[in-house]
């Protein structure tokens, strides 16, 4: 079966399809399962679609999937078939009608007040490291509205694929809102962590907070004794260090290779793991 997914910045499609799923095709019937970091909710609608017996619980911290997840597709459906039909197309180079593609943007966000709707919408049309870095200024976009990025004539299967998405969403058991250290993890049988990499900044999120090596940790140490858990990393020497120090031993181990850009590649890193008992060596709190 294929994997649903769409298009976000730092969703785990392939290591889902690669590493995730044989672990969950694994486990015994019933068992509880929390996707701590949804993203964009892909790893717990993936659980639920490939194993319904499993109940399975979702972390929306930025509450991406709600309403406003279909008013911003309906949005951009809207602002394609204008495209479309005015015969602008999409390109790597700047939009060969700036102001008429600027004009029929304007047309459809007007009226919007959530700042969350604007700049998802808007950043189909804005250079694509922009969008990357989430180097959007929410108050002043309009100069930066240059790009067609995706085919207008293909955006209604991007669109179908988002309801598919959506509705395939409403089938996890519980989706929760809170930061990770409100949550009771001795609940869950298999605890899945793909959190914001160490020491990042994270502005393409909606709530953009800093994610620090001590979060991290801190996640980790959260990790009942003898559970099993599956964490994602880019920093292989890094995280393997935090794993000695936490008492963590990696069961298995998978990399997948990343392209950042033009030509550059990085690497991915997932691992299964067990928390063992033992003392810590450090202290974050
Ligand atoms: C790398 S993304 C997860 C991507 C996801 N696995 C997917 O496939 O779409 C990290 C997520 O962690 C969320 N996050 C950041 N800080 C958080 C916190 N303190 N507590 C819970 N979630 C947080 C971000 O908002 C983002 O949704």
């Known amino acids: 079966m294929s994997v649903l997914a769409i298009g ?59 309403d406003e997840y279909m008013e911003i597709n309906d949005i951009k459906k809207r602002i394609y078939e ?3 039909n005015a015969d602008l197309h999409a390109s790597d180079r700047k939009c060969e009608n700036v102001e008429l593609l600027q004009k029929i943007i304007l047309s459809h966000i007007k009226n919007v007040t959530s700042k969350r709707v604007i700049r998802d919408v808007i950043r189909d ?11 959007i200024d929410i108050n002043n976009y309009v100069n930066d509205l240059l790009y067609i990025r995706k085919i207008p004539e293909k955006y209604v299967k991007i669109y179908d694929n988002a309801i598919i998405y959506f509705e395939a969403s409403k089938k996890i058991d519980n989706i929760i809102h809170c930061d990770y250290s409100n949550i009771n993890l001795c609940e869950y049988d298999l605890i899945i962590l793909d959190p914001p990499y160490l020491n990042s900044s994270q502005k393409q999120y909606n709530k953009e907070m800093f994610f620090s090596v001590a979060d991290t940790i801190n996640i980790i140490q959260q990790i009942p004794t003898d559970r099993k858990f599956i964490l994602f990393n880019q920093n292989h020497k890094d995280i393997i260090k935090i794993f000695e120090i936490l008492h963590v031993k990696v069961i298995k181990e998978n990399k997948t290779l990343r392209s950042m850009c033009h030509n550059t590649l990085r690497d991915d890193w997932a691992f299964y793991c067990v928390r063992l008992s033992g003392k810590c060596e450090i202290s974050t709190s």
Not at 10 to 17: L, M, S
Not at 39 to 48: D, E, F, P, T
Request: contains cysteine; proline residues 3%.
């Open 8 to 66: 976000y910045s730092g969703n785990k499609r392939v290591e889902y399809r690669n590493f995730v799923r044989e672990i969950i095709n694994d486990l015994p019937k019933n068992s509880k399962v929390i996707d701590v970091f949804g993203g964009s909710g892909l790893i717990a609608i993936n659980v639920k679609r490939d194993r319904p017996d499993l109940i399975v619980t979702l972390n929306d911290f930025d509450n991406f999937l709600s």
């Open 82 to 84: 204008d495209l479309k």
């Open 125 to 135: 049309f804005m250079f694509s490291s922009k969008d990357a870095c989430g180097n």
